[in-house]
């Protein structure tokens, strides 16, 4: 089992922030000295631009984007030709659905989500649909929220060409089996799985040739690497086959005066102009430690923190728990009667960070009947410490004035 006290001496935040209780990692994560370091060292060391420069330094930073890149690969199971830097998942699925809907959707056709998808994953699809008239259909939940593949044959049909789901949804923190959806929606239809990873990379191992999704989306900065640095994967066929987003510097062979181009082979046709060059290092380090931790030690871990905390809450006459049976680090919860900005800002008066609200997913409010919620989200480096703390303050106090006069 790993030791969170031991594994926060890696991680600065902790050194600057003793007493914090942070417990929002589903929308961002602390980031260890190893890839602080390593955004260091492109600017202090290896400053120059990628394919740009005939000389030493530029050389080293291309041998380090490659690096990088190779690592990601090996991290996912992919092809490294197969990786795109963007600037997060949420970029990453623009990317799929401009460069690959806009272009091959027709009226005709039609495309599968869930009223539990992050906004990133819904709104681009919303645009497909006003541009190319393709008809956006829901994959009905269960009771409890969750996407089954009984629920799946129910919707896909000879129109679906887009089947775009996340592997673990940001509010309810339900697994979604995308290996069986994918050998489903490949064997029944002439539709493409798009696989939202970024509350699963993060998480547990992930291999996208066993899962055989056609394209993953995730963010650097969910998995303790730095911000503005995401990852598109894509087999390399629909990659080819995709429009790029961006046009400029670094993504074309040539062109010319009368509008030709001839655009460059994946993945450099997706990166246009100046990438960015310390995220992508420190991406790199980020793979690095948790490769050094295992991500299965990491699942394994976020598992017996997450029954701590269920069978901990569970006590709590006042609170309303909406995904007990959840497999990830991911509790969604109300305390009744209370606004959940308020109880939020309540937890904050202890030192307690969590994430209120819609969560980005604003379809879902009306299955769980409430305007907003509490998300609790935790981490490796969590410990039954914080869950002790956070359950003590839901316990003693709820309205944000109880941080005034308790």
């Not at 890696?10 to 190893?34: E, G, H, Q, R």
């Not at 939202?196 to 066993?210: E, L, N, R």
């Not at 980020?286 to 905390?309: C, F, P, S, T, V």
């Given at each position: ?86 600037s ?31 906004a ?26 969750r ?97 790029p ?84 680090g ?11 900005q ?16 819609e ?24 410990t ?23």
């Amino acid at each position: 089992m790993l030791d969170p006290i031991k594994i926060r001496k890696d991680f600065p935040m902790y050194k600057n922030n003793p007493n914090i209780v942070y417990l929002d990692n589903a929308a961002t994560t602390f980031k260890p000295y190893s890839v602080i370091d390593e955004c260091n060292r492109y600017y202090l060391s290896e400053t120059a631009n990628a394919h740009r420069g005939d000389y030493d330094l530029a050389y080293k930073v291309d041998i380090a984007v490659d690096s990088v890149r190779e690592k990601v690969a090996k991290f996912i199971n992919s092809k490294k030709i197969e990786v795109v830097f963007t600037s997060g998942a949420s970029m990453s699925m623009n990317m799929i659905a401009y460069g690959y809907g806009n272009k091959y959707l027709t009226s005709d056709d039609e495309i599968l989500l869930t009223e539990a998808e992050h906004a990133s994953n819904v709104l681009p699809w919303f645009k497909v649909s006003e541009v190319t008239g393709a008809k956006i259909k829901y994959i009905p939940l269960t009771k409890e929220g969750r996407l089954t593949i009984d629920n799946l044959k129910k919707v896909l049909n000879e129109k679906t060409r887009i089947v775009s789901i996340a592997q673990v949804t940001n509010v309810l923190g339900y697994i979604v089996d995308i290996k069986e959806i994918a050998k489903y929606v490949h064997e029944n239809s002439n539709a493409i799985v798009v696989c939202d990873g970024a509350q699963s990379v993060p998480h547990m191992k992930i291999d996208v040739k066993d899962l055989d999704c056609d394209f993953l989306v995730f963010s650097g900065h969910k998995l303790c690497g730095p911000t503005g640095i995401g990852v598109l994967y894509g087999k390399y066929n629909l990659l080819q086959k995709m429009e790029p987003l961006m046009s400029g510097g670094g993504d074309n062979a040539k062109f010319d005066m009368c509008g030709n181009v001839a655009y460059l082979e994946p993945p450099a046709k997706f990166e246009a102009g100046t990438m960015n060059l310390a995220g992508i290092y420190g991406l790199g380090g980020a793979i690095d430690y948790l490769m050094n931790i295992g991500m299965n030690n990491i699942e394994e871990y976020e598992r017996y923190l997450r029954k701590y905390a269920i069978n901990k809450l569970k006590t709590l006459q006042n609170l309303i728990i909406y995904n007990e049976n959840a497999e990830t680090g991911i509790i969604t919860l109300n305390v009744k009667g209370v606004f959940s900005q308020d109880e939020a800002s309540y937890l904050n008066s202890k030192g307690i960070c969590v994430r209120s609200g819609e969560h980005c997913a604003k379809l879902l409010k009306d299955r769980l009947g409430a305007s907003g919620t509490v998300r609790v989200s935790l981490y490796f480096y969590n410990t039954v410490e914080d869950i002790d703390k956070l359950c003590l303050a839901l316990k003693n106090g709820g309205d944000f004035l109880d941080a005034y006069f308790n």
